[in-house]
């Protein structure tokens, strides 16, 4: 028997894939299927079971691709309704793969749907659970994601979740091994610890949510407790899982388009495109085509993508450096961003030998930002999350999350002023969608707070934001 934890660390999402005596099963696969078809080949294996823990909201699962290359069934948990083809699983139904077993164990409480795989190995033995976002590490999944319940609350569904882990879960042995559907950084928990594999065992004894003398009540308060919006493109990804999609082929077919500088223009002001550049940080402030957006690739490109353009069916043109037009193809339909139209051939050097207006971006370093902080006593604008900035900030910088700031624009003054945000990654975001706003007297702090600390800018007094969730 064989356990593969195919980990994607922009999205914080374990996909998984298991083989026995020739039979594989791949759990909550990615949008894009040639991993795990190459992966059972050089096994020499049959694909035999696609398992899906629940319809998933923050990416676009490869169920239905895979499903059609391979021929293999797709298996959801009860009450799941889908609009496909698939096996909707009993609680406790078996599933012979090669020498072992897997088992559907109904944990409703993230969704209704969402179920739980246990691996029982060839002697019997409880062997694993594949606990999607029902247990994570050193959390649980959110109560709140689940669409059109109707007059099913997040408290309602807080309180089936707290039944099925001391049902369902917290029962089998402690040296199972959890294999969950996320990691830290993911937006479908609240605490995850930064580790993809632990054991039961350990979960019980540190995971808040698995307390033995936890009473449902209290359980229902602590999950619920703190939770923000969801980002709006996760009801879109839900649908898409429930629904189908287009073949990532036939996106990538579509998005590699090349075009010149002047055919890009034509395109952005015919279409309406968002124009999306995804190089450093560093070479969009030393200059990049007006009004475009901002997000990196080698950042959470995907999840901010999906935060701050929401709408999936948003057409975009791409900004890229040379070579990476595919890679961000991909990682945008993992998703749900399918409607690339093209990308600028030649990547923006094109677009400056050519002769086309460009903007920059203004940027300091942090030692320059202690000076001028002192002799112009300039507004400062902190980017970060609430937490980060209750944590710890610079004296009098105002917090402007990142994720709401189209809810701060009326904020920022006519004056120019400073932005920042931990390493300089979301202050750059920010500073291109203020500047296709028009708000262009902004200056960006590079390296962000990290730099910042090492300069002597008062601070205020470090706060652990455990503590900070404590006393709320």
Known sequence: MKIEQIYTGCLSQGAYYIESNGEVAIIDPLREVTPY??????????IKYIFETHFHADF???HVTLSQKTGAPIVFGPNANPTFKAIIAKDEQEFSLGNVTIIALHTP??????????LRDEQGNDRAIFSGDTLFLGDVGRPDLAQKMGVVTKEDLA??????????IMPLSDDVIVYPAHGAGSACGKNMMKETVDTLGNQKQMNYALRADMTKEEFIEEVTHGLVAPPQYFPLNVQMNKEGYEDVDQILKRGTQALSPK?????A????????DVRSQDEFAQGH?????F???DGSFAPWVGTLIADVKQPLLLVTAPGREKETLTRLSRVGFDQSIGYLDGGFESWKNAAMQYDTVASITASQFEKEEKERHLPVFDVRNESEYFSEHVVNAKNTPLEFLNDYLTSFPEESFFVHCAGGYRSMIAASILKSRGIHNLINVKGGFSAIKETHIQVTNYICPSKLETDK
């Open 263 to 267: 055919a890009f223009e034509a395109a």
């Open 289 to 293: 085509i007006p009004r475009s957006i």
């Open 60 to 62: 676009v699962s490869g």
């Open 269 to 276: 002001n015919e279409t309406g495109a968002i124009v999306l």
């Open 159 to 168: 309180g089936f979740l707290y039944d099925s882990l001391r049902n369902k």
């Open 109 to 118: 409480g993230h969704t209704m749907e969402s179920t739980t795989y246990l």
């Open 37 to 46: 078809l190459e992966r059972a080949k050089k096994d020499a294996a049959k």
């Open 295 to 297: 997000i990196g690739l």
